[in-house]
């Protein structure tokens, strides 16, 4: 009874982690904190299966603590190591829970996603009809997070990804629940305007199209015209979104990765980079005051704000060279053509969704980021132990 008492435990603090993941960085720690003590008193803990390791980026956090020691830059980073820490620990905390009830910790972050959810439309409706002055669209509105209450890259994942897991846990029984998060996903996507958001949902939709219809016709018809339609709508109306697509040129990202490039360009070493975070970020500080901007205040916003590259693939291809990106996709891969073989179309829509965020966001530098990347690949990465 004690063994059954403490398994449900973990089980219950799995399912806090997972709904707070998207609400609540500090009570994901403290969550993966009690996770791991009960897995040890439990006994549930294990590394035995090679799955672990190479279905996870620990292999990434073992390079780039070696590199940075081998550099001589480990004590100056020691703080930015210890925030990659969950990409090791939450593997190994996982490996006491079943493959059934980690799928089922979904419907938990589901259920968290809507609660973000829910949140900012509430700072939407504050914002529009509580707030004194003239309202500015969100698409170009600088204080866009204080009125959504969340970072609008992370909303537009979070609210991408739910769609994919309602639709995987609700389409066939509660029908009514998937075309509710789908309804109310889409609204906050096109509202505040998050472009890869609506990219990864429309990729989504086509794939599971593609997945769930037989006839080859109609599925055929409905791929072409689905795309068509998506197209005309931006083509012919004046809203957020097309806006934001259409000022893709001017992007502050666009200024970003060239700045990323040239200094990958530059590197002293292409196949290991500069193995300090540190480093990187000065460089891109130096490029943004060596460019030439055309309207002056532009260029002490990129100073002051010292943006990150925004591209995960740009940052471990400068931190850790060639070969440091060869390790963080490796997982990746791996559990790609795993799950491909197995025709799980649920897990590889969220490592997708994962691959497709990378290119926007340095996920691996905010918490939830890391968290987000450990927990997916931990999920999607379904292994058999002696234990389970």
Not at 284 to 312: A, C, D, G, M, V
Not at 335 to 356: E, P, Q
């Amino acid at each position: 009874m004690r063994l059954v008492f403490n398994k449900k435990i973990s089980s219950y603090i799995y399912y806090l982690m997972m709904f707070c993941l998207p609400l609540s960085v500090f009570l994901d720690n403290v969550a993966l904190i009690l996770l791991l003590l009960v897995g040890v008193l439990q006994k549930g803990i294990s590394l035995k299966n090679y799955q672990i390791v190479i279905g996870s980026l620990i292999c990434l956090f073992i390079y780039d603590i070696f590199s940075s020691v081998f550099n001589g830059f480990f004590l100056s980073e020691s703080a930015i190591y210890l925030k990659l820490v969950p990409l090791l620990l939450i593997p190994i905390a996982m490996t006491s829970l079943k493959n059934n009830t980690k799928k089922r910790g979904l419907i938990y972050l589901l259920f968290g996603i809507v609660t973000m959810q829910l949140i900012a439309v509430s700072g939407i409706v504050n914002y529009y009809y509580f707030t004194e002055g003239k309202k500015i669209v969100l698409r170009s509105y600088a204080g866009i997070n204080d009125i959504l209450l969340f970072e609008r890259p992370y909303l537009g994942y979070f609210s991408s990804l739910s769609v994919i897991i309602s639709y995987f846990f609700f389409k066939k029984e509660k029908l009514w629940l998937f075309i509710l998060v789908t309804s109310l996903s889409s609204f906050l996507i096109i509202t505040m305007a998050a472009r890869l958001a609506l990219l990864i949902l429309i990729i989504s939709a086509t794939l599971i199209i593609s997945y769930e219809l037989k006839d080859r016709i109609l599925k055929f018809g409905i791929l072409l015209v689905l795309p068509a339609i998506a197209v005309l709508i931006l083509a012919i109306s004046d809203t957020p979104l097309k806006h934001r697509f259409l000022q893709i040129k001017f992007d502050t990202r666009t200024i970003v990765w060239e700045g990323a490039w040239d200094i990958f360009n530059n590197t002293p070493n292409y196949l290991f980079g500069y193995s300090s975070q540190e480093k990187i970020n000065k460089e891109l500080i130096s490029y943004y005051n060596s460019r030439e901007f055309e309207y002056l205040p532009e260029k002490q916003r990129f100073l002051t704000k010292k943006y990150n590259t925004h591209n995960q693939y740009l940052n471990q291809l400068l931190k850790g060279g060639i070969f440091g990106l060869i390790i963080f996709l490796m997982p990746f891969v791996y559990l790609i053509f795993k799950n491909r073989s197995s025709h799980n179309l649920f897990y590889f829509l969220m490592l997708l969704s994962i691959l497709m965020f990378f290119s926007v966001e340095n996920m691996l530098e905010r918490q939830i980021g890391i968290y987000t990347v450990a927990i997916i690949l931990s999920i999607t990465n379904e292994v058999r132990l002696k234990q389970f």
